[in-house]
């Protein structure tokens, strides 16, 4: 144990020593039900616990975590993006990853399907098949304006018996999120029944596999917007982490901003199980954050 946190190269965080030592410590369990006794746990003696204890107080690596983009920051970012296919592909993945929010890999494994029709007049509107993850809803009498839906069916805190439904409004952080969605269906037009964030190729081809260069788009578009920066904080995990900081700094609650960034809290009551954070106060909270933390400044 000191050799993993003090000599080893590179060093170990205590964090990691410990998940090593809790799977001895189940393997050394699962042989002595399994033989009938007879097998002693090391790590269950008084002097693993305490070294246990001390490691993970004074062995603590320093955090490589990545930061959000605060307000005057996404301000810029936004304002990065050109108007070509890849242009408009790269600003529907820093929404959804900032607006969802989603990790990098949750966003980019949404898969879309959906046609694209014209009305008596010739206009190009889209309808979304049954079986899409990601659509708009028109309908919901709960909320007066048209919002996206996002069927998450792949993240850390998502599984099989616990999938999320995401709602994005049509108007959040100074961007329109409803029409950046339908304007890329329409006019860059991903096939349909595949990912929606599929990388574009050429003029109208498309790559074949998930897209994965989120961590290298975020870090450019960044350093597009503060050129002489050098942020070594900003990378995959920014536009996430953005939400979550806007909100706290308009005054929401821990909970609230669980809910609606999909975060889990440990220490839970028995009253959470029968608690949440409902669509419509789902959008309000995401339409008004421009509003609280500019004072409705235009974008």
């Known amino acids: 144990m000191a050799f993993c946190v003090q000599d080893r190269c590179p060093v170990l965080d205590g964090s990691t020593v410990e998940t090593m030592l809790a799977g001895i410590s189940a393997w050394h369990e699962q042989a002595r039900v399994a033989v009938g006794g007879g097998i002693s746990n090391p790590c269950r003696s008084a002097l693993v616990r305490r070294l246990r204890g001390v490691m993970k107080r004074e062995f603590k690596k320093p955090s490589r975590a990545k930061r959000g983009w605060a307000i005057q920051e996404w301000r810029k970012v936004v304002r990065c993006f050109s108007s070509d296919r890849v242009g408009r592909h790269n600003a529907l993945v820093v929404m959804l990853c900032a607006l969802g929010p989603f990790r990098p890999v949750a966003a980019t494994n949404i898969t879309v399907r959906y046609e694209v029709r014209r009305d008596g007049e010739g206009k190009k509107w889209v309808r979304y098949l049954q079986g899409s993850g990601i659509w708009v809803e028109r309908l919901d009498p709960r909320w007066p304006r048209p919002y996206i839906v ?6 850390k805190n998502v599984h099989a018996s616990k999938v999320r439904f995401v709602p994005i409004p049509d108007v959040c952080m100074g961007i329109h999120p409803v029409e950046m969605l339908e ?10 029944g595949g990912r929606l964030l599929v990388a574009p190729q050429g ?23 503060f050129p002489n920066s050098g942020d070594h904080m ?16 308009a005054g929401h609650s821990r909970r609230k901003i669980a809910d609606i960034c999909g975060w889990s809290i440990r220490d839970k009551r028995a009253c959470d199980s029968y608690i949440w954070t409902d669509v419509d106060l789902q959008l309000k909270v995401k339409r008004s954050l421009w509003r609280k933390l500019t004072g409705g400044c235009p974008q």
């Open 183 to 192: 304007d890329y269906l329409v006019k860059v037009g991903p096939p349909s």
């Open 234 to 249: 900003v990378g995959g995990g920014t536009p996430r982490k953005s939400m979550p900081m806007w909100m706290w700094r």
């Open 203 to 225: 003029t109208t081809g498309f790559r074949k596999t998930r897209y994965t260069a989120c961590c290298a788009l975020f870090k450019r578009l960044h350093n597009a917007a």
């Open 150 to 155: 996002v069927h998450l069916k792949r993240d």
